[in-house]
């Protein structure tokens, strides 16, 4: 089936820098990718949507500013936590839609801030 | 808003025997339905899915039902498998694909 690669897999840093965390589908052109995030126990939550060439679409509440999404290329989105803090400590996870209602998700990314 | 949830956290199965694995919803715009398979450090998986229109869906040891009137879907597994054990989500979307994703229910199949 499809594969959607997600880098790095775990990651730490300290309070106030920034985190990009890469998602790529290796053998199929995602139009769209979605970024989730998951805390300890909870749903996963959509954040944001984005498309190729264009901005991304932000859920109530996530602050793009903060949380800041590229889709450059079809196989390509990246996710920046920019100055990150504690409370953003988190798993993130992404998908991509390979034209069909399935989605493919990456490995997930887990982040923690010090 | 939790539009979709799973109110059991966790799921203690002997081998051999049914899970059975619950999920509500509210919002009645939902029109598709899915499930998926978690295991630890890794994403989620696709595992089977259900439209609207039908009341059952099967693929091997796995069967969802849908009842919309009650707006409750449940995922059958049987026989359990040890290799089953892992986090299931249910997930539901509507026309742009955007899924809404229950909080997940943890299977532990016993040997």
């Known amino acids: 089936g499809a594969v959607v690669s997600q880098h790095p897999s775990r990651v730490i840093c300290k309070s106030g820098t920034s985190v990009k965390i890469e998602c790529r589908s290796l053998?199929?052109?995602?139009?769209?990718m979605f970024w989730y995030r998951q805390f300890p126990k909870k749903s996963l939550m959509l954040m944001a949507t984005?498309?190729?060439?264009?901005?991304?679409?932000?859920e109530q509440g996530v602050e793009k500013d903060k949380f800041l999404i590229n889709h450059a290329s079809l196989t390509l989105s990246t996710l920046t936590v920019t100055s990150a803090h504690p409370e953003d400590s988190s798993f993130y996870i992404c998908?991509?839609?390979?034209?069909?209602?399935?989605?493919?998700f990456g490995s997930g990314t887990q982040l923690s801030v010090l | 808003d939790q539009q979709v949830k799973q109110n059991s956290p966790s799921l203690s199965v002997q081998e051999g025997r049914i899970s059975i694995l619950n999920c509500d919803y509210t919002?009645?715009?939902?029109?598709?339905f899915l499930w998926y398979k978690k295991y630890p450090a890794e994403g989620p998986t696709f595992l089977i899915s259900?439209?609207?229109?039908?009341d059952k869906n099967e693929d091997g040891r796995f069967t969802v039902f849908l009842n919309k009137s009650a707006k409750h879907l449940s995922l059958h597994i049987v026989p359990s498998q040890p290799g089953d054990s892992a986090v299931y989500f249910c997930?539901?979307?509507?026309?742009?694909?955007?899924?809404?994703f229950g909080a997940g229910t943890t299977v532990t199949v016993r040997a």
């Open positions: 998908s991509a839609r390979e034209g069909s209602e399935k989605l493919f």
């Open positions: 053998d199929f052109q995602a139009t769209t």
């Open positions: 984005s498309n190729e060439g264009s901005k991304a679409t932000y």
């Open positions: 919002n009645s715009m939902f029109d598709y």
């Open positions: 259900i439209s609207s229109i039908k």
């Open positions: 997930a539901a979307s509507f026309n742009d694909y955007k899924l809404s």
